[in-house]
């Protein structure tokens, strides 16, 4: 009643019978000075939002022909009666049958282009003419509209005198700024992009443009769409294809997709509408068509990862310039991102794993029963400042914008809305507007759904609700302007406890296809692992170091790699190049190919390179001056992969790993023996005029960087390869580095000492022979016929019987007393095919593992074909002062009584037991039997045991 009143001051209020539900038909007519007066046809306005109409179309359609003609006679009359010149809508309501007058609009209406596309009539001029005194019978298209020609005089009796019918259909859809989330509550703000391309059959106009906007105060259309077709339904499509290719984005929100839903709908099919029918969807909240549920959260989530990580960046970027030396927290790769999306909040750490590629999982802190799953995808800036999210190997067009409600997506031209943490206690605006004046007194009780308040927003009253029952506390003033955020009043909660509050998804995420395409040959394997790894040695995050370095380990030593990425490139030059030289390299690749089908093991692609680079110089040099260069130009590519290669496949592998250590090290140099303030200090001033330098040496050398991984997994398969010589140099320049990559420098070294030591190889014969020795001895105590695979038993206190016993203890020590590492090299010996040199080598084995201790006997036994089992009787006392003397002198010290419970301990006999097999499969099936073996060997050793 307020909004009434207040349209037209001082105006009386007529009060009329309601009719609910009806339709809203309208009639177009135009009455000229000389008492005549015309219908042309009408339009249907019935798709209203609080009687406001928000969809026309013409011609009607829901009334009979001859109700409608009755319409248009009784429109007609009206306006001769009242004397009415110019153009106006006579309205009604119209249900079951019966029409009810409305009102005489004495204007032309925003949708009067429907009206004009069925008739041919131009109303504006029509006007202008009417103004000017002219006849509507002497008006050209009101002619042409009676079958007359059109600048001809002859009268016209309009009353007789039939129409030509209307051409096809129209539908006209009025461009809001409403949010039709909130039942189409008015929104207002600037509007960043406004893009529509008319066609044929749809056109349209907009009273704001791009870097626009719409004020509180004004009315809430900017835009009127309108689409044609031979009848409704090809009108319908056309319009809904219409509507799709708009783009709207800013601080508003638009019922495009809500329409676009309403057009689709059945009863719109049907043509079941009426004045209540949206208000009705609306009521009932019926909602338009959204993302899938995962897509619009890991978009969500991507796109506030992405914002933070660009406002971080920038400001990073605007301290270096101001001087100062910014937090390293600012280039952070890894961040928590919380989004409540439909009540269900999701908890998701983003870690940057490329300037454009993210990885996605849940936390696992917040949601411990999420399986791990890692979500890849890619973001990239358009110019409009929306983002290309290709999630899924899908492509997704994403915009967003952050208010007080939360955060509004949308994607794919679907809007979703993500809100903040539900606060009822704060009632806040969430739009500007104007407070009108509260419904209730301040300090009063509420009821939850009670309104508390009345707000303007761009000429339309509306009340605000209580989310919960409580007491409220006013804090705004009537009258007052307010905000999108602005505190209006604050409730005290009758209950907090029965507040509802979001659920922590507690589900996983789904498997989805890597954001970057990899194909399953080597070198696209090679390709995208050398990728990688360059993102972790720029700093950025990734979850799979170890993998990324295995996958490219195994990837580079592929003997058919040459091959292959010789292929590749011709595949993509061969129309830039020669033919000689296209067919001469192809036929060097395929010598290789057969070299490597007959012989993989001793193939080298080094001589090919070679022959390769020699074929693309000779064939250059003998090139018209002229074309040299541009041929030049484009073999480089098959130059620098033939210079690669030059080495062979293992060259090539040592050039990329040298390469990744020397990228390593030229940044952390960058920062030895500095702090963090003053590196970075050095760093702005050797890189005055590029900024863009410091920011990637900052990155790199963060403390979330997982390169400090990365290189020592790269070491770990240098050294598994055997190949340290061939890093001598790099390896002597990473040992002295320090501060926090000390651990790298530590592996260094210990590389380049494990290098200078002998080697496997050469330990390995240096152990045969000393096991040789020893089982010479055996043999000379033991005489030549014997043959027994049971082994031998000694007793480490028999030094003083037989030359051959002490003989054997003497060569037994040298061996586990030297310092040069020999468990491998043993190790390797228990598959032996001599079983004597197998038991011997089981019994150093377990002397040397207890070297510290005093083994009072000890027992080795092989026999065919892979059993090994070496029993012993050790105690705690060391070797050394087994015997109870010291530098040949007698120890006579007392001691009391917990020292001699003590040093009884140590001499105390424990039983040992080691049993090999040679995989997991024997090991599962001699599990049982090892155990029995077990209980009763120490069953038969229990008398010196206790």
Same mark, same amino acid.
């Given at each position: 009643f307020r909004q009434v009143t207040g349209e037209v001051p001082g105006s009386p209020v007529f009060l009329m019978k309601l009719v609910p539900n009806a339709r809203h038909l309208e009639v177009q007519i135009i009455g000229d000075a000389h008492g005549a007066a015309i219908a042309l046809?009408?339009?249907?306005?019935?798709?209203?939002?609080?009687?406001?109409?928000?969809?026309?179309?013409?011609? %009607?359609?829901? @009334?009979?022909?001859?109700?409608?003609? #009755?319409?248009?006679?009784?429109?007609?009359?009206?306006?001769?009666?009242?004397?009415?010149?110019?153009?106006?809508?006579v309205e009604y309501l119209f249900q079951d049958g019966k029409y009810y007058f409305l009102e005489l609009n004495p204007r032309l209406q925003v949708e009067h282009p429907v009206t004009e596309e069925i008739t041919g009539v131009n109303l504006p001029a029509t006007q202008l003419q009417i103004a000017m005194g002219i006849p509507l019978h002497r008006i050209p298209e009101i002619r042409k509209l009676y079958n007359r020609v059109p600048f001809g005089s002859d009268a016209i009796n309009f009353d007789t005198d039939k129409r030509l019918p209307p051409k096809g259909h129209v539908i006209a859809v009025r461009? %809001?700024?409403?949010?039709?989330?909130? +039942?189409?509550?008015? %929104?207002s703000g600037d509007i960043h992009e406004l893009t529509f391309r008319s066609t044929p059959n749809v056109w349209g106009y907009f009273s704001v443009g791009p870097r626009g906007g719409l004020h509180e105060y004004a009315d809430s259309q900017f835009g009127h769409i309108f689409a044609r077709g031979g009848n409704r339904e090809e009108a319908r499509k056309a319009m809904v294809l219409g509507l799709k290719e708009i783009s709207i984005r800013g601080d508003i929100r638009t019922p495009v997709e809500y329409v676009i839903h309403l057009l689709e709908t059945?009863?719109? !099919?049907?043509?079941?509408?009426?004045?209540?029918?949206?208000? +009705?969807?609306?009521?009932?909240?019926?909602?338009?068509?959204?993302? #899938?549920?995962?897509?619009?959260?890991?978009?969500?989530?991507?796109?506030?990862?992405?914002?933070?990580?660009?406002?971080?960046?920038?400001?990073?970027?605007?301290?270096? =310039?101001?001087?100062?030396?910014?937090?390293?927290?600012?280039? !952070?790769t890894n961040l928590s991102v919380e989004l409540i999306y439909l009540n269900v909040k999701y908890c998701f750490i983003a870690s940057r794993a490329g300037p454009t590629h993210y &990885?996605?999982?849940?936390?696992?802190?917040?949601?411990?029963? *999420?399986? $791990?799953?890692?979500? #890849?995808?890619?973001?990239?800036?358009? *110019?409009?400042?929306?983002?290309?999210v290709l999630l899924d190997g899908k492509m997704h067009v994403t915009y967003g914008k952050e208010d007080v409600t939360g955060l509004r997506l949308t994607v794919d031209s679907k809007t979703c809305v993500f809100s903040r943490d539900y606060d009822p206690t704060a009632l806040r605006s969430t739009t500007p507007g104007k407070l009108v004046r509260y419904l209730v007194p301040d300090l009063a009780h509420v009821d939850k759904g009670t309104p508390y308040a009345e707000i303007e927003v761009m000429k339309m009253y509306m009340p605000l609700l209580a989310p919960e029952a409580g007491r409220i506390t006013q804090l705004m003033q009537e009258g007052s302007s307010m905000v999108s955020g602005d505190m209006i009043a604050s409730l005290e909660l009758d209950d907090p406890s029965r507040i509802t509050r979001p659920v922590v998804y507690s589900g996983s995420l789904p498997h989805l296809k890597p954001a970057t395409v990899v194909g399953d040959k080597p070198h696209q394997k090679l390709r995208n692992s050398i990728l990688n790894i360059h993102r972790i040695l720029l700093g950025y995050d990734n979850?799979?170091?170890?993998?990324?370095?295995?996958?490219? /380990? #195994?990837?580079?030593?592929?003997?058919?790699?040459?091959?292959?990425?010789?292929?590749?490139?011709?595949?993509?030059?061969? $129309?830039?190049?020669?033919?000689?030289?296209?067919?001469?390299?192809?036929?060097e690749v395929a010598k290789y190919e057969a070299i490597l089908a007959t012989n993989p093991v001793t193939a080298s692609f080094a001589p090919y390179a070679a022959e390769i680079s020699s074929l693309l110089s000779r064939s250059i040099e003998a090139l018209p001056h002229a074309d040299r260069k541009g041929v030049s130009n484009a073999c480089s590519p098959l130059r620098e992969l033939a210079d690669q290669y030059c080495d062979g496949v293992q060259g090539r592998l040592v050039t990329l790993v040298t390469s990744f250590l020397e990228e390593f090290l030229g940044v952390e140099k960058l920062f030895q023996g500095k702090s963090m303030q003053a590196a970075v200090r050095d760093l702005k001033e050797q890189f005055k005029d590029e900024p863009s330098k410091v920011v990637a040496a900052t990155l790199s050398h963060h403390t979330q960087s997982k390169?400090?991984?990365?290189?020592?997994?790269?070491?770990?398969?240098?050294?598994?390869?055997? &190949?340290?010589?061939?890093?001598? *140099?790099?390896?002597?320049?990473? &040992?002295?580095?320090?501060?926090?990559?000390?651990?790298?420098?530590?592996?260094?070294?210990?590389?380049?000492?494990?290098?200078?030591?002998?080697?496997?190889?050469? !330990?390995?014969?240096?152990?045969?022979?000393?096991?040789?020795?020893?089982?010479?001895?055996?043999?000379?105590?033991?005489?030549? &016929? =014997? *043959?027994?695979?049971? $082994?031998?038993? /000694?007793?480490?206190?028999?030094?003083?019987?037989?030359?051959?016993?002490?003989?054997?203890?003497?060569?037994?020590?040298?061996?586990?007393?030297? %310092?040069?590492?020999?468990?491998?090299?043993?190790?390797?010996? /228990? =598959?032996?095919?001599?079983?004597?040199?197998?038991?011997?080598?089981?019994?150093?084995?377990?002397?040397?593992?207890?070297?510290?201790?005093?083994?009072?006997?000890l027992h080795?036994? @092989?026999?065919?074909p892979k059993h090994l089992h070496v029993e012993w009787l050790f105690s705690t006392q060391s070797r050394n002062t087994a015997t109870g003397s010291l530098g040949g002198m007698v120890r006579t010290d007392s001691q009391d009584g917990l020292a001699l419970l003590e040093e009884r301990e140590r001499s105390r006999l424990r039983f040992g037991m080691l049993l090999f097999f040679e995989t997991n499969e024997d090991l599962e099936e001699n599990f049982a039997d090892a155990m029995n073996h077990y209980r009763k060997a120490r069953l038969g050793h229990a008398s010196s045991l206790n």
């Open positions: 046809y009408g339009r249907d306005c019935s798709v209203q939002r609080r009687h406001q109409k928000i969809m026309e179309e013409g011609p %009607t359609v829901a @009334a009979a022909d001859d109700v409608w003609e #009755e319409m248009e006679r009784a429109a007609v009359r009206l306006v001769k009666e009242v004397g009415y010149v110019g153009a106006g809508t461009i %809001t700024g409403e949010n039709p989330d909130e +039942g189409f509550k008015p %929104t059945e009863d719109y !099919r049907k043509n079941r509408i009426h004045t209540g029918w949206l208000d +009705g969807l609306i009521a009932n909240r019926i909602a338009t068509s959204k993302p #899938e549920i995962m897509v619009a959260v890991l978009c969500g989530v991507l796109y506030k990862a992405h914002q933070i990580c660009a406002a971080s960046l920038e400001e990073y970027t605007k301290q270096l =310039s101001w001087g100062q030396v910014p937090s390293p927290t600012l280039l !952070r &990885s996605l999982s849940l936390s696992k802190e917040k949601t411990p029963e *999420s399986d $791990g799953v890692v979500v #890849e995808a890619q973001v990239r800036t358009m *110019s409009d400042g929306g983002l290309l979850q799979r170091v170890r993998e990324t370095v295995d996958e490219f /380990f #195994e990837q580079a030593i592929h003997p058919r790699l040459p091959a292959l990425e010789f292929n590749d490139s011709l595949s993509v030059l061969g $129309g830039r190049i020669p033919k000689p030289i296209y067919d001469g390299i192809k036929g390169k400090k991984t990365l290189v020592l997994a790269i070491l770990e398969k240098v050294e598994a390869q055997g &190949s340290v010589d061939q890093y001598i *140099s790099i390896l002597n320049e990473m &040992s002295i580095i320090s501060g926090r990559n000390i651990e790298v420098s530590l592996k260094a070294k210990h590389m380049l000492i494990r290098y200078q030591l002998p080697s496997y190889k050469q !330990r390995a014969v240096a152990v045969e022979a000393s096991l040789s020795a020893i089982l010479a001895v055996d043999e000379s105590s033991e005489g030549p &016929s =014997s *043959s027994s695979s049971r $082994g031998f038993s /000694f007793l480490d206190g028999d030094l003083d019987g037989s030359s051959s016993n002490q003989d054997r203890a003497r060569l037994i020590h040298a061996m586990v007393d030297q %310092t040069a590492d020999l468990f491998d090299v043993l190790l390797g010996l /228990f =598959s032996s095919k001599n079983l004597r040199l197998r038991a011997l080598a089981a019994e150093i084995f377990v002397r040397r593992a207890y070297r510290t201790y005093n083994i009072d006997s080795a036994e @092989a026999q065919p």
